[in-house]
């Protein structure tokens, strides 16, 4: 595969902006290789500057569930548009793409629109602190909730302790409020709440998709609840990223666990730039302007925005098979991985959720974060850089979870499964 143009435009890239990329999971370092500069999407299909073209099973990390330049997102972008960028001032679209989400999510009774999941939750963790008056927060090792502050901690051993930062630059001051405890064990929440009485929310994905996929039980979320319920903590959902990938109405509904408040982002923009926070009207009623607590953005609701996600989430609730079809796309290809590692003795785990999947090089299953740790890397390394030269474009870490997206056809995952096949047999 010729990659000539993506390696001098990472060249100069790099001279320019650090590690040539504006996220960092872009530049490829945890697998190695050059990352491809894209001149386009269309339908399933990523296309390079050099022309090579593959099959998406990035999707821009989750927002586009119906595959590269849907014509009705499309067209809604470029009706907008016409009408003026940004104004500053309420429209019309806020409302609608609001009462479009409040009606589908049963814990969304009030809902804010910011421009990134970050802010989403950032601003949530905020919200629940001003309204219950306390500084403590929980939040699960490998989990991800945006790059704030008080959110970029992991634990080094997966101890439960009080977290330390995990990025220079961030004052350890900032982050004392923040208690770790581990994915899937009550018994280190449980010791979260003895260590701290002023806990004023336990954040977590409940479908883990930042340690690869790694869904928490239904049992573990139900006690979740009672634990907060008891200490009058709030529990946050950070959907940001399984909020309308892994089912319509989200995970309290595949789970039964309600939370008081959800974050969501990507999807709900349909590729824009759009985060969102929302849960109880009696909570909500604390943002400014109906209550104390602050938070505003220029450029929050931004109309084409708006447009993007309202094209998006219109689309996903008329199609009511929508979720059933993505979930069996993505159990075909795990299940045909799953069948040609065993073939070739390769110790492989897979999982699903809707359109989400995952999988891990790993001898047994992932339960937290640091089952996925013993995952073996440099396979997945192997496997990533041979896929993309037979033209699948897979998400550049082990820890990543894989889309599938409509335009993805059982087709191209039968031509997935056989060049898996095939490269299993060269990395075992
Ligand atoms: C992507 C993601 C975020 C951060 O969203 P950005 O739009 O990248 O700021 C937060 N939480 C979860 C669960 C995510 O997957």
């Not at 001149?39 to 990523?46: C, D, F, K, N, T």
């Not at 990533?384 to 897979?394: I, N, S």
Request: with cysteine; aromatic share 8%; net charge negative.
């Amino acid at each position: 595969m010729n990659i000539e143009h993506s390696v001098n435009a990472f060249e100069k890239a790099q001279n320019l902006i650090p590690g040539g990329v504006n996220s960092p999971v872009r530049a490829f370092k945890s697998v190695g290789g050059i990352p491809r500069f894209i001149q386009s999407g269309e339908g399933a299909y990523l296309i390079d500057v050099d022309g090579n073209r593959y099959v998406d099973y990035v999707q821009s990390w989750g927002p586009l569930i119906f595959g590269h330049r849907d014509e009705s997102i499309e067209n809604a972008v470029i009706e907008a548009v016409k009408h003026g960028l940004s104004f500053g001032a309420p429209t019309e679209a806020e409302s609608e793409l609001a009462e479009l989400i409040i009606d589908i999510y049963d814990s969304i009774e009030k809902i804010r629109f910011v421009s990134s999941g970050t802010e989403a939750v950032m601003s949530a963790i905020r919200l629940a602190r001003g309204f219950t008056g306390r500084d403590d927060i929980v939040k699960f090792t490998g989990c991800y909730h945006g790059h704030s502050d008080a959110l970029l901690v992991q634990a080094g051993s997966g101890a439960v302790t009080f977290g330390t930062p995990s990025s220079p630059g961030v004052p350890a001051d900032f982050t004392k409020h923040t208690l770790l405890a581990e994915y899937n064990n009550i018994e280190s929440v449980k010791k979260c709440f003895q260590d701290s009485p002023g806990i004023a929310c336990v954040i977590i994905e409940p479908i883990a998709g930042n340690m690869g996929l790694v869904p928490a039980t239904k049992d573990f979320l139900a006690e979740l609840r009672k634990l907060c319920d008891k200490h009058g903590a709030l529990l946050i959902f950070d959907e940001v990223m399984s909020g309308f990938r892994a089912c319509l109405h989200g995970a309290e509904s595949i789970t039964g666990t309600k939370p008081d408040l959800v974050t969501l982002g990507k999807v709900i923009g349909g590729g824009m730039p759009v985060g969102a926070f929302g849960g109880r009207r009696d909570i909500m009623a604390h943002l400014s302007p109906e209550g104390g607590v602050y938070q505003a953005g220029t450029l929050s609701g931004n109309p084409v925005a708006m447009a993007a996600g309202l094209a998006s989430i219109r689309k996903i609730k008329a199609n009511a098979r929508l979720y059933g079809v993505l979930e069996e796309r993505a159990k075909r290809l795990m299940e045909g991985f799953a069948k040609a590692a065993a073939k070739h003795a390769i110790p492989l785990q897979t999982d699903v959720r809707g359109s989400m999947f995952g999988f891990f090089f790993n001898c047994s299953h992932v339960a937290n974060f640091a089952d996925a740790l013993k995952s073996d890397t440099a396979r997945f390394a192997r496997f990533h850089a041979a896929m993309l030269d037979e033209g699948f474009y897979f998400a550049c870490s082990q820890f990543e979870t894989g889309f599938i997206a409509t335009a993805i056809t059982d087709t191209m995952i039968e031509e997935t499964i056989t060049a898996a096949d095939r490269i299993f047999g060269e990395i075992k």
